[in-house]
């Protein structure tokens, strides 16, 4: 297994060299393919190696943060995680890839040649279904930065699958295989399928793994399969500007101008900055219905150097919240919520980062903040406001000090 790094946030522990940026303002193409990539159906080649088994519980504590997944989900325990470096790796979480062994020589980072040629169970087999990303194989690493620079670093695109999803392609004592792959809907069937293993790798339930035992709750998932509709249309808060009908509406604080922001974002784009003082707003007014069949509101906030497992993160003490003609909405702390993203502000190797968020739009109407609702049409607004009536989002300081903060990606999705 690959190295990973963890968060503290609220409590719980989350693996945070993690994913994922959202897509580009305006997007209207399948869920599924949100980030914007098209499914062209080209075979791309690349490299996998394997994790579970022995460590069985890491696939349920993943960075995408799904917890445990029960086999008779979708695609099961069919899953990846991707490298930080591979240019899809933002807004990853969820999404799918075919994947099928390629009969051949694969090298690793340090330039080491590995003969391959005889390790396909069948090179015209894809896994049986098809693979999902929970996780991330981040190139830096320190606890396991041999092998992490092996193979998570870009030479190759690369990714670390279960020993279930693997053995299905070649027998798990190759320890790495070239494949061939492409991005492709998560309820896509394969031509051909690899067949079942006849003695696939037991689960490891005694707890002697170096992971805590999930809970095996089952969870309500934001899967691209589970939407009610396979299209989805952002509405833009703020990316790069303010979106199309979008106007500030702050009040008691002090705003940075959009050309002093303009490098301050994920990945060196413009971000909207400033400090909210006591009692005051970053505020986004837009236009009622704004709101309608929406689901949930979407940021990206500066925390700077979250250091190892994210200590030293300087998430900002803001309330989020949405208001509309009769007034306000129940607000939620953010560092009350888990973040699901995370984006360097530059690439390949910076040290300072954004992290996202997702909250669901019925958090504001009182569910618990770690709601994952995935039909918009179960926000029926709040506030005494009709989903018509809401038309702003706000990150209020209702604490006891000032606040500075960075945002990008404001979007309702």
């Known amino acids: 297994m690959l190295g990973r790094s ?36 080209n075979w791309r080649s690349g490299r996998a190696t394997w994790f579970g088994g022995s460590d069985g519980w890491s696939i349920h504590n993943g960075s995408c943060s799904y917890q445990y997944i029960q086999k008779d989900e979708p695609l099961g325990w069919d899953v990846a995680a991707m490298t930080d470096v591979h240019p ?65 670093c870009g030479d190759r695109d690369h990714f670390d699958v279960s020993v279930w999803a693997f053995e299905k392609l070649a027998e798990t004592r190759w320890g790495v295989i070239p494949i061939k792959y492409r991005p492709v809907p998560c309820d896509h069937k394969p031509y051909k399928p690899a067949p079942p293993v006849p003695n696939p790798t037991p689960e490891v339930t005694d707890g002697r793994t170096g992971w805590s035992t999930p809970d095996k709750t089952r969870h309500t998932r934001d899967w691209p399969e589970y939407m009610h ?26 705003l940075q101008s959009l050309s002093d922001s303009i490098r301050s974002g994920t990945l060196g784009s413009p971000a909207i900055c400033g400090k909210v003082f006591k009692g005051g707003a970053l505020a986004f007014r837009g236009w009622n219905g704004i709101f309608q069949e929406k689901k949930a509101l979407e940021f990206w906030t500066y925390v700077g150097y979250p ?28 560092i009350s919520m888990k973040p699901i993203y995370m984006e360097p502000t530059w690439r390949p190797y910076a040290t300072n980062y954004f992290w996202g968020w997702q909250v669901y739009l019925p958090i504001f109407n009182g569910w618990p903040v770690d709601s994952v609702i995935n039909n918009p049409y179960d926000f029926t607004g709040c506030g005494g406001n009709s989903v018509w009536d809401l038309h702003t989002v706000e990150f209020r300081n209702d604490g006891w000090s000032d606040q500075w903060v960075c945002l990008d990606r404001v979007r309702l999705v």
């Open 6 to 41: 963890g968060l503290r946030e609220a409590g719980i522990l989350l693996v945070m060299l993690a994913l994922l940026a959202p897509a580009s303002a305006g997007l209207a193409a399948p869920y599924g393919d949100r980030r914007g990539i098209g499914y062209d159906w």
């Open 88 to 152: 899809e790796y933002q807004d990853s979480c969820g999404l799918c890839y075919e994947l099928a062994c390629d009969s051949t020589w694969t090298s690793d980072g340090y330039g080491q040649w590995l003969d391959r040629t005889a390790s396909c169970f069948d090179t015209g087999a894809s896994v049986g279904r098809v693979v999902r990303i929970v996780d991330v194989c981040p190139c830096s690493y320190p606890s396991n930065a041999y092998n992490n620079k092996r193979w998570c």
């Open 229 to 254: 509709d396979t299209q989805t249309h952002v509405n833009t808060i703020f990316e790069d500007n303010y979106g199309e009908g979008i106007h500030d509406a702050s009040w008691n604080m002090q």
């Open 307 to 334: 250091g190892w497992e994210g200590k030293d993160q300087k998430t900002p003490d803001l309330w989020v919240s949405v208001s509309g003609n009769k007034g306000g909405c129940k607000p939620t702390r953010i």
